[in-house]
């Protein structure tokens, strides 16, 4: 089973809203990352929290950490057309040694 | 800077016939290398990943393998490709299995 689920599975808003998307794990974490895939290519890493903090910024992104709900979320404010994508969580699941990916939350931004 | 490279992009094979993916890295040495597996519209599944020359660590029993005939270089083979092995494999790289992945573009693989 995933050790990252997103919800919502699908999210379509209009640019310049804001976009949240949720992200549960089951395990302790040494660190959550949030991935971005435009369709048909590869991830890009955007941003990674540590368990040790509880937000953190990077340009229109917002990342929040409860590691005692074991639950993340990725907000992007103002959206645009080109936030279009698939956004996944990973962690490191305890005892594991590779990233395991949930199921990623397809965004679409209408213009 | 580092780059990853991964070949062919995109591949149509027939049912029986083998398989082989070929992804390096350069600008860094030693790195994690990983193989990925990507259902449409779905997550990432791991398949393999290496620490080292010749370490290769299974996720999950199939009838794929990989090999690591050099530090910058990760290679996912079948001898006989399955319909179920369609999909998008994605290689990644990084320096430290706590640290953010490198993807390369992707192979788009079609068993028909």
């Known amino acids: 089973s995933q050790q990252g689920e997103e919800d919502p599975q699908a999210l379509s808003i209009q640019e310049g809203e804001n976009a949240t998307m949720n992200c549960s794990y089951k395990t302790s974490i040494n660190n959550l990352q949030w991935y971005r895939q435009n369709s048909g290519r590869g991830l890009v890493h955007l941003i990674l929290?540590?368990?040790?903090?509880r937000e953190k910024h990077s340009g229109r992104l917002r990342v929040t950490l409860d590691t005692s709900k074991k639950s993340s979320s990725l907000l992007i404010t103002a959206s645009r057309a080109a936030d279009t994508a698939s956004y996944f969580c990973?962690?490191?699941?305890?005892?594991?040694?590779?990233?395991?990916f949930g199921s990623g939350t397809r965004l679409q931004v209408q213009p | 800077s580092q780059t990853i490279h991964q070949w062919p992009a995109t591949l149509v094979q027939p049912v029986g016939s083998p398989l082989s993916l070929e992804c390096t890295v350069e600008g860094t040495s030693n790195p994690n290398l990983y193989w990925y597996r990507q259902a449409a519209g779905r997550g990432l599944q791991l398949l393999f990943y290496?620490?080292?020359?010749?370490?290769i660590s299974s996720e999950v029993p199939q009838n794929l393998s990989a090999s690591r005939p050099q530090d910058r270089q990760f290679i996912l083979s079948s001898k006989k490709l399955l319909l179920s092995d369609s999909g998008f494999y994605l290689c990644?790289?990084?320096?430290?299995?706590?640290?953010?992945?490198?993807f390369g573009n992707g192979t788009r693989l079609t068993v028909t």
């Open positions: 990644a790289w990084t320096g430290e299995s706590n640290s953010p992945l490198h």
């Open positions: 990973a962690t490191i699941p305890t005892g594991r040694r590779a990233l395991t």
């Open positions: 929290i540590r368990s040790n903090e």
């Open positions: 290496s620490v080292g020359i010749g370490q």
